[in-house]
């Protein structure tokens, strides 16, 4: 079995075999995007997906993300809720409106049980309080991915 590059987004594997020539795959990784006002979250949670495998994309509101060329190429979108100009609710029913379903794991600093269960009934896999645990996460984008491949 043979080497692997890192890529941006993908990985390469060279498989080398004694009787052909070496074979490569490219893997593309799931692109989870990130959309906090936060800058911590921003510089922080990109770097714990790419280390769960994933390819990682941060905006810091929600009309940055939709002027961005991943809104199609996104397979998640982790979203804060409150946010100025766009929030996340506004920004899910955007999303609605142009047909675009991608899953979406709501975050938020308001620990109200209401404006998780509001989110959750507005078709969210999941609304995580902040700050939340690697486990959490992990939770959520299995269950984000789950409902992706049955889109």
Known sequence: MGDSERWSGSHVLIFHSLREE?????????LVSVVDDDESVRES????????????RAFSSAEEFLASDCVGETRCLILDIAMPGMTGPDLQQEMTVRGQEIPIIFITAQADEAVRQCALEQAAVECLFKPFSDT???????????VSSAI
């Open 45 to 56: 949670l990109p770097d714990l997906l790419r280390e769960l495998g994933y390819s990682a």
């Open 22 to 30: 070496p074979v490569t795959v490219m893997v593309k990784r799931p």
């Open 136 to 146: 959490a996460l992990i939770e959520a984008l299995n269950a984000a991915f789950r």
